[in-house]
């Protein structure tokens, strides 16, 4: 009935074989100084009001499925975080949600990653490496990734919609999705200093600061003029 603290000043390992489900009435904190380590069957967390972790490193490992149901915001602050689930991968806090790590940030998911939340973000000042077998979905006001080391992302689909959409890479970037890739927004920018390249079937766009190139077959159902150079190769 009463609040619930738990603090653990150096490293703690949790094994559970099967189902491990957590359900609170109000806040929800867990302070970690050390590492700390799941390992379980499936995941469920259902927090009534906001849930923080601050943690040293965290690991989790899950053969099923994980699925949060926050009706607050959630934080979740480490100095590197790895997550691997076989299953898919749900989180729906009503309120914000906010991940902050120092250094790498690994997200491995054998089905599909849901998000819901009216703001999300995350900030990574290491490497990003995030790899879902399955659609990634993600539906926020405000969705935001700032990454300073190298960020490689790869999906089996990938839906983003919000009014803001912004993807910061002060590193290499790299994602890639053997499905369809749809992002909408108010406002989707994608900004490099250097070189932006997509590619789609045969066709490869290449833009920089100075130049448009469009490496593709041309066909047109009636005239067409250049008013610049062209080139054929």
Same mark, same amino acid.
């Given at each position: 009935?009463?609040?619930?603290? /738990?603090?653990?000043?150096? @490293? ?24 700390? /380590? ?50 898919? +991968? ?27 939340? @009216?703001? @999300? ?32 992302? @790869? ?5 983003? +919609? ?28 994608? +900004? ?42």
């Amino acid at each position: 009935a009463n609040d619930k603290t /738990t603090t653990v000043g150096s @490293s703690e390992s949790h094994s559970v074989a099967g189902n491990r489900n957590v359900a609170t009435a109000q806040v929800y904190t867990k302070n970690t100084a050390g590492g700390e /380590t799941y390992s379980v069957g499936t995941r469920n967390v259902k927090v009534a009001a906001n849930k923080s972790i601050v943690a040293g490193a965290e690991t989790i490992v899950i053969g099923g499925a994980r699925i949060f149901s926050v009706g607050g915001e959630q934080g979740i602050e480490a100095a590197t975080l790895v997550r691997c689930v076989g299953g898919a +991968k749900t989180e729906l806090p009503i309120g914000g949600e906010a991940r902050k790590v120092k250094g790498s940030n690994i997200t491995v998911i054998g089905g599909a990653l849901l998000q819901a939340a @009216s703001n @999300s973000g995350v900030s990574v000042a290491g490497m990003n490496n995030e790899a879902v077998a399955g659609p990634k979905v993600v539906s926020c006001t405000n969705y935001g990734v700032d990454v300073t080391g190298v960020m490689t992302e @790869s999906y089996g689909a990938r839906l983003v +919609k919000g009014a803001g959409v912004d993807h910061i890479g002060k590193g290499a970037i790299n994602i890639d999705n053997s499905g369809a890739a749809t992002l909408s927004g108010a406002n989707v920018v994608f +900004k490099a200093s250097g070189q932006i390249t997509i590619k789609a079937g045969g066709c490869t766009i290449t833009l920089t600061p100075g130049s448009v190139e469009v490496d593709a077959n041309f066909e047109s159902s009636g005239a067409a003029s250049n008013s610049s150079g062209e080139k054929y190769g």
